[in-house]
């Protein structure tokens, strides 16, 4: 796989209860703007699972990368530690620091009052109920949309959550942030807190927790500023 000479591959990382097809509506338009795009297929089944698959699909690759995270894949882009990696860019995205779980960031505040109630099965996995994707995960988008998005879920183990992440690349990459001001999973205000943490590029908007979705132009402008400004940097 080589990139494209104009602006580098755009590696997009699903989060929890998802898989590539999430990123759908922003594949075509980065193509359009000259980037090569892939999508990184995570296994869900561990932190170090995840981390390891992203590798893999990064080492396929000669030219420079821009990192994509959704929600619980924030925390899987920023383990990975690799020289073609030019800058981080975290939609609605989890962010731990060292020694931090996923969980203590995605539990730092109490829940949104329309969040699911999430616990995990008898084989230690986590499922989203039906319910959790109209009424949190992408309350803007259509009923055909969350009917979608839950026959094709795929669940998370708690091995991904509940794991210590190492240094994260955040603390020596460039990194921007797409923080949903309307998200009813990761709280408004815990994402500013991650985001001003790390030192990100901000960029605030009156969207859902899945704006791939609900405003896919949002998400392609970032990945478009952060593939322009992280040379510079």
């Not at 609605?92 to 960031?105: H, M």
């Not at 319910?131 to 998005?149: C, E, L, N, R, T």
Request: with cysteine.
């Amino acid at each position: 796989m080589s990139s494209s000479p104009q602006m580098g591959t755009a590696v997009l990382v699903h989060g929890a209860w998802a898989d590539g097809y999430c990123w759908s509506n922003v594949i075509l338009p980065l193509k359009s703007k000259g980037f090569a795009v892939t999508c990184a297929p995570i296994p869900l089944t561990s932190f170090e699972d995840d981390a390891s698959a992203l590798q893999r699909v990064i080492e396929r690759n000669s030219g420079p990368v821009i990192l994509v995270g959704h929600a619980y894949a924030g925390s899987v882009i920023a383990a990975v530690h690799d020289d073609r990696v030019k800058s981080l860019v975290y939609i609605a995205a989890l962010a731990p620091d060292e020694g931090e779980t996923v969980a203590d960031v995605f539990y730092r505040a109490a829940p949104h009052p329309k969040a699911p109630q999430l616990s995990p099965d008898a084989h230690g996995v986590i499922w989203m109920p039906e319910d959790g994707f109209s009424q949190a995960v992408a309350h803007h988008a259509s009923s055909d949309q969350w009917k979608i998005m839950a026959a094709v879920q795929r669940p998370i183990s708690v091995n991904c959550i509940q794991r210590k992440v190492p240094t994260p690349a955040w603390r020596t990459k460039p990194s921007w942030f797409l923080l949903a001001e309307e998200d009813r999973m990761i709280l408004r205000d815990t994402q500013r807190f991650m985001a001003e943490r790390m030192g990100a590029n901000i960029r605030s908007h009156k969207v859902d927790h899945t704006p791939m979705y609900t405003a896919p132009e949002l998400v392609v402008d970032i990945i478009l500023e952060a593939a322009q400004s992280a040379p510079a940097k």
